[in-house]
């Protein structure tokens, strides 16, 4: 059985309890400092009566006291569930309804958010704590406990016993029917992708990785737990330098990283706004990218303005863990058309193009992708009926529960086996890195009441923020697109809301009476060009 994630933790603190661990700005946290808070989190946790497997939600902010309470939480045997806290408050409650959390931990981050639940009723029977000095400045909601209380436990590790194939974190991505699906992975799936990708980067003691995605997402796992399980420091990306094409240059060269890890459309935000110098950077030693495709111009640019540094495309959906593929570019692409492969699969995984019968197609043809081996989730969390739609039986390992993953997304092998990404079968869509599933904005636009019909689909934008989020809609009564987005905003994030609209006096059906969405993705195109 594997280890527990957060053994790498105690290890690091055990080697150089000094040494700096988790930076936000001027904050720095060292190894010795995430050990014990942790531990005196997870003593807390079970003194609130924490079971083994109990949810643990994190609706805070990515900072040094987060990654500690994740830890804390593993230590305590139970299993934590991040919370983006941009999301409106009904999403959240409906994600909360799902993963039946027993505590909540908040700070200045979701005070607002905490508030809304409560009055949502979605925090009945959840035990309240605040993760810094904010517990007085909610006023609908009582704290059970606060930073004082973790203070003043002993710093001594509680004996956990959850690892291996025991849930570690769930995290909750887009849903086609308007229900986030809770993604549950183990401590097993995170140690096994750890097991080859930190050797495979070469990750050292004392290297200087990015923190860039939001602790919701699973790129975030490889970030926090490789740079324990190496010794190496990770370095919040501040929110304010996702915005300042600048700040985040500067960012990088004055942490000195010697790893960044994003969605592409992050690196291609500082290539469109020539935010990198030539040869800046000198530390950089790796990019990594995962989570869509890498528009093929900026990697060009990327390669040519840090000569130095080692450019690696990885591939796989949250379901996977983290990555399921891999290609290190070696050479430039030689034109802007030239795609961009996904590579070979990362070691323990598998990667089969398969046909809707899960025969394998024949070489060159397209199959969708499906993934086996060490990495795949035992399923969503308490749904079962999804759970078996996505995850079917092996075709070819008869090994009793041995499964693979359909992915949704269309694949080709190469001559030398390399896999392509040729996009999706569904319509689940990647804008500005985040999954969206368009059904869920549907479901959501649906559940205003206010339209007679809305279909949303997405038209590609200029190649750097994947997709552009268009609505068309029919509403008889006059409602205009101002009154529907204020209405969509209290229901789905900022980033699900769609940038186009058109009112149509009905929506085009095609010979089978179903919404045309060809046709609406032709007219939306269209009235751009
Ligand atoms: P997520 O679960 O957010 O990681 O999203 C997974 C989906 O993102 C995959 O099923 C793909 O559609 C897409 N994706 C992930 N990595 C890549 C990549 N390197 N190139 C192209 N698409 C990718």
Redesign the pocket.
Known sequence: MSDALHRHLTRAAHIDEHAPAVTLGDEVWSFGRLERVSNQLARLLRDLGCEPGDRVALAVAKSPAAIAAMHGVLKADGVYVPIDVASPPQRVARILGQAGPRVLLFDASSLALVEALSDLGALAGVHIGALDAVGDAVRRVTPRFGPDDVDAQPTDAPTAHRAGDDVAHILF?SGSTGFPKGVAITHANVQAFLAWAVPYFGIERGERLSGHPPLH???STFDIYGAMAAGASLHLVPSHANVVPRALEAFIAEERLTQWFSVPSALAFLVRHGAIRRAAFPDLRRVL??????PTPTLMALMELLPHARFT???????ATI?SSFHTVVQPPRSASEPIP?GLPCGGEALWLLDDDLTETAPGEVGQIHIGGVGLSPGYWRDEARTAEAFVPHPFDATPGARVYR???LGRRDDDGRFY?LG?LDS?I?SRGY?IELGEIEAALAALGTLEAAAVVAVASDGFEGATICCAFVAADGTDEVEIRAALSEQVPRYMLPTRWLRCAELPVNANGKIDRPALRRRFEEARS
Not at 313 to 319: A, R
């Open positions: 991505t997402f699973d790129l990218w995962c989570g869509e495709a890498m495309n990885l591939y796989g959906p949250t379901e990555a996904i992915t949704g997304d990404c999706r689940q990647k999954r």
